[in-house]
């Protein structure tokens, strides 16, 4: 793999962890949205909007499993994000 493909690997996993973190800082307003939502279509345009995310942004926070919103969990996700940065070119 080279060095351009592995930041672009780099900077996805990023986008989807932090998608993740928005979604822990919002849980109530996004589980709000998810079940006022007539269907996972639905959902998944909701959400994105709520959070600014695109649709694999939001599959991803839909796909989450409930246990994952724990305080422990999310510090886990957010000091990945943390690493994910930090392996990123700065100004890139």
Known sequence: MD???DERRTREQLMLH???V???DRRGEVF???EDSENVDE????VGQLLGLGELGS??????Q????TRDQRQA???YAEELRSRLPEGR
Not at 43 to 46: E, G, L, N, V, Y
Not at 66 to 69: C, M, S
């Open 3 to 5: 060095e351009d493909e």
């Open 18 to 20: 932090e998608a993740l």
């Open 22 to 24: 928005k979604a822990m």
């Open 32 to 34: 709000e949205v998810v």
């Open 43 to 46: 959902a998944i345009q909701r």
């Open 59 to 64: 599959r991803v926070v839909l796909d989450m």
């Open 66 to 69: 409930v246990r994952r919103f």
């Open 77 to 79: 996700i957010a000091s």
